[in-house]
């Protein structure tokens, strides 16, 4: 009874797309008595959107595989539906990714445009790691808000690099994604380990007064860069001897406690 339905529904589907296509006239031509061959030619005539679709986007899936080498078997209607397709790990093997426990359609939603991915929902960090290893390891072992997020909260499309700004505000006007990125790493955003390519004016952001006391002094130190003297780590703190030897005469330093009784501070420096 049920094979009987699902015959008719196969015969009227195929009168439907019949009628898109003219030039079939036999609905036995593709395949019912399994005499008829088809060819990749073929396909198209009834199947034109997913024809379509795969000559737009197909990437290898149109230049290294065929309709046919998927679809290998009796097309219907006399066969079981589903025969016809194929598994994706008969073909792909022997790569982590290729052992995945999320389904391959999940993402490679549709087989004929295999590199159009969906990246949406739960679950995607264990299949990102069968690629990029050393991003979860580097977001996992610095524990921030961030990781707890899935890849694709920032990530929804594969390949593309959301900026900060996309979420946050800026710690001062004027800042781009660029300078975000001088002091931040995305995966491990706490770590805070600057380049020396960072300006006074974003460590002024929140310093204000330190920028404005160092800036207006009349000494050599005022036209340094922060970094210059707190290099590599937010909160390092150097000391005047990391960078003057012996200045003064021993005899004369034991009698002062440190430099910034005579000198003040390395921002507000006199000489
Ligand atoms: C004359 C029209 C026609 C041609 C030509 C044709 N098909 Fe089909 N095809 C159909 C129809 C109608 C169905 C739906 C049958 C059903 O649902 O039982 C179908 C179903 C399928 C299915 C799904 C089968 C399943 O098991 O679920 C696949 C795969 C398929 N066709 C591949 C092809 C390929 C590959 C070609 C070219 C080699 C091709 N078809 C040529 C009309 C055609
Ligand atoms: C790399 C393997 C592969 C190639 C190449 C391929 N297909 Fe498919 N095709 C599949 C898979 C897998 C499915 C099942 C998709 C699903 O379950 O959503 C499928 C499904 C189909 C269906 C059934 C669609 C439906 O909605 O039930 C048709 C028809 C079809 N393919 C036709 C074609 C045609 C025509 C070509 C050539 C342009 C082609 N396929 C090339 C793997 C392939
Ligand atoms: C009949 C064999 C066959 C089947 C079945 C098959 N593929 Fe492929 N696929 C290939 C070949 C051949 C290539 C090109 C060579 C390569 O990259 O390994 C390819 C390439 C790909 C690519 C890369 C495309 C590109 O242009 O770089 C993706 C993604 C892909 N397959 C996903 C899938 C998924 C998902 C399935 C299951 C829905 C699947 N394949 C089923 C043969 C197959
Ligand atoms: C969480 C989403 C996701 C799942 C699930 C997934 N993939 Fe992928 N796959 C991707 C992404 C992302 C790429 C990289 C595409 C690129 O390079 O632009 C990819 C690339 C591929 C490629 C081409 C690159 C290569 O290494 O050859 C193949 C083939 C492939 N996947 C097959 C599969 C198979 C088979 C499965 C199921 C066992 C699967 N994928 C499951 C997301 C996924
Ligand atoms: C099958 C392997 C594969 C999988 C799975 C995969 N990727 Fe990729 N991804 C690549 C390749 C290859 C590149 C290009 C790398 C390059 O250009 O250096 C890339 C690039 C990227 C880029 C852009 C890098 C840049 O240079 O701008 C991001 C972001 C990215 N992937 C995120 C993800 C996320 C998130 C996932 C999981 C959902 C994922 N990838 C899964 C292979 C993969
Ligand atoms: C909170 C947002 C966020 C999350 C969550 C996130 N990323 Fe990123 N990711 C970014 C940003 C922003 C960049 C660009 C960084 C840059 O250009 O300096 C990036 C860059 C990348 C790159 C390319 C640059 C590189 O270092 O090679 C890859 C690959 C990548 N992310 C993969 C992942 C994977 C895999 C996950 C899940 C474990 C993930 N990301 C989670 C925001 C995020
Ligand atoms: C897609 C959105 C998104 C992107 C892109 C993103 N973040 Fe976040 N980030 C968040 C959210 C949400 C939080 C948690 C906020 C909260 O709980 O207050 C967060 C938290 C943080 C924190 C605090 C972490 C903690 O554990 O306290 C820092 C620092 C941070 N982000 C910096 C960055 C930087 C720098 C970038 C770019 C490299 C970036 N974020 C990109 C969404 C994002
Ligand atoms: C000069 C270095 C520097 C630059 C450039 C920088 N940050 Fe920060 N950011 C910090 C420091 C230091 C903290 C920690 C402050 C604290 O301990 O309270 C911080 C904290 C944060 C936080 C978490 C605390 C909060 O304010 O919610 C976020 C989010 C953040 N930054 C985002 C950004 C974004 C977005 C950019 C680019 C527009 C950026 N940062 C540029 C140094 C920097
Ligand atoms: C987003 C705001 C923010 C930015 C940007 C920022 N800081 Fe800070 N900084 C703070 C806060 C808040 C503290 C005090 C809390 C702490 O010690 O983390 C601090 C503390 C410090 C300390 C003192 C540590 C100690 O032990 O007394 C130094 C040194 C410092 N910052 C230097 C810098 C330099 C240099 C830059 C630019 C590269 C910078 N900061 C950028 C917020 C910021
Ligand atoms: C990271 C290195 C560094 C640190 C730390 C540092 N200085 Fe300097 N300082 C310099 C350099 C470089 C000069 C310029 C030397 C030159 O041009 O001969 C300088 C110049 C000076 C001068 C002479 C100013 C002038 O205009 O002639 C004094 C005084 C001085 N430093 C005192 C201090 C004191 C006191 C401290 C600690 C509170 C300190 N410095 C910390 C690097 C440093
Ligand atoms: C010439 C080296 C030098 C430069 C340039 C410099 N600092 Fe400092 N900074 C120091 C030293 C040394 C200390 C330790 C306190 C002292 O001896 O004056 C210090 C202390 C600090 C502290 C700890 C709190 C305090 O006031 O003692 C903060 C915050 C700080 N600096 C921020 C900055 C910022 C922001 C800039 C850039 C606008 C900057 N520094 C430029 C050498 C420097
Ligand atoms: C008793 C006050 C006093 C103390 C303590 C003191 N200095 Fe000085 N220092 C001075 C005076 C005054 C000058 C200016 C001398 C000159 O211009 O010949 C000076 C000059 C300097 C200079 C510039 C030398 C040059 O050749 O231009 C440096 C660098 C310096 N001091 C660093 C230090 C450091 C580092 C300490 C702590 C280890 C320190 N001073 C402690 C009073 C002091």
């Not at 707890?148 to 390949?159: L, V, W």
């Not at 860069?225 to 390092?236: E, L, P, S, T, Y």
């Not at 960078?243 to 440190?258: E, G, V």
Request: proline share 6%.
């Amino acid at each position: 009874m049920k094979r009987s339905l699902f015959y008719t529904a196969t015969v009227l589907l195929g009168a439907g797309a019949l009628l898109l296509c003219p030039g079939i006239t036999n609905v036995q031509a593709f395949g019912g008595s399994g005499d008829a061959k088809l060819d990749n030619d073929d396909c198209v005539k009834c199947h034109t959107v997913i024809v379509d679709q795969n000559k737009k986007n197909g990437a290898k899936h149109k230049s290294e595989v065929s309709c046919m080498e998927c679809h290998d078997g009796q097309h219907p209607p006399g066969t079981e539906k589903g025969s016809l397709i194929p598994q994706c790990t008969s073909c792909h093997e022997g790569q982590p990714h290729f052992e995945v426990a999320v389904a391959c359609l999940k993402c490679h939603t549709n087989p004929h445009t295999p590199l159009q991915i969906n990246l949406e929902g739960e679950g995607q960090k264990p299949v990102c790691q069968t690629c990029h290893p050393q991003i979860i390891e580097e977001i996992d072992t610095h524990q921030t808000k961030h990781t707890g997020f899935a890849c694709s909260y920032c990530h929804e499309e594969h390949r593309k690099r959301p900026t900060c700004l996309d979420c946050h505000d800026t710690h001062r006007e004027g800042q781009t994604f660029e300078n975000c990125v001088t002091c931040h790493q995305a995966h491990q955003p706490l770590t805070l380990a600057y380049s020396s390519k960072v300006v006074n004016v974003d460590c002024g952001a929140c310093h204000p007064d330190i920028r404005a006391e160092l800036e207006s002094g009349p000494t050599k130190h005022a036209g340094f860069q922060c970094v210059f003297c707190h290099a590599d780590k937010h909160g390092n703190v150097p000391s005047c001897k990391n960078c003057h030897d012996a200045p003064h005469s021993q005899q004369m330093l034991s009698k002062f406690a440190s430099c910034n009784e005579c000198h003040q501070s390395a921002h507000g420096l006199l000489k």
